[in-house]
């Protein structure tokens, strides 16, 4: 099957999906084992695109990443004092709970023979770690109320939005160039 071909056809499930949201999905091809010595050589397969789309959808050009806009949120409810600093706590520990599983789970991909996939990996995993940062910071700020756990959580937060578009735009370079009839 070419690429296009392919493509379209994800369209179409997509498609299909989204008007039959109460259906399961149809089962997609099972991915091929990894190599004995632990790396794979990068073909474009349905697991491959599944995994780059979860990354894209993570973030839309011009828009902040889901966990971004919770960490600005829950910092100016603390700073407005519209959230309770135990109520942020709460959540800021929700955020690390989700941020460390994602970091968990990034962590034991099996490693790409590929470099841009594999630095698109990387500047996931840095963006992920930022998150972090800053939610830790956000928590710091809500025991001691000091002006530098804000501008850090911020920075961080922002750096983390940085590294996800850099991972996002290194995947986008390496998507396959459709197949000429």
Known sequence: MHYEEWKAKKRRE?????????????????A????????????????RDRAIQELLETTVPGTLPAVHVQIQMI????????????????LL?????????????EEAKVPIDHP???????????ALYAWRESSGSLSQYSQEDRQVFLDVAA????????????????????????EDQ
């Open 93 to 105: 520990s929700e955020v690390d709970q989700y941020l460390t599983d994602l970091i968990r789970k």
């Open 14 to 30: 997509e498609a299909e999906a989204q008007a039959n949201p109460f259906e399961p999905a149809a089962a997609g091809a099972e």
């Open 32 to 47: 091929s084992p990894p190599p004995p010595d632990g790396s794979e050589d990068f073909q474009w397969n349905e697991d």
């Open 155 to 178: 920075y961080a937060a922002d750096q983390g939005s940085a590294f996800l578009a850099t991972a996002r735009r290194l995947l986008l370079q390496c998507e396959p160039e459709p």
């Open 116 to 126: 841009d996939v594999s630095k698109a990996r990387e500047e996931k995993l840095k």
């Open 75 to 90: 910092r100016h409810g603390l700073i407005e004092k519209t959230v309770a600093p135990e109520r942020a706590r709460q």
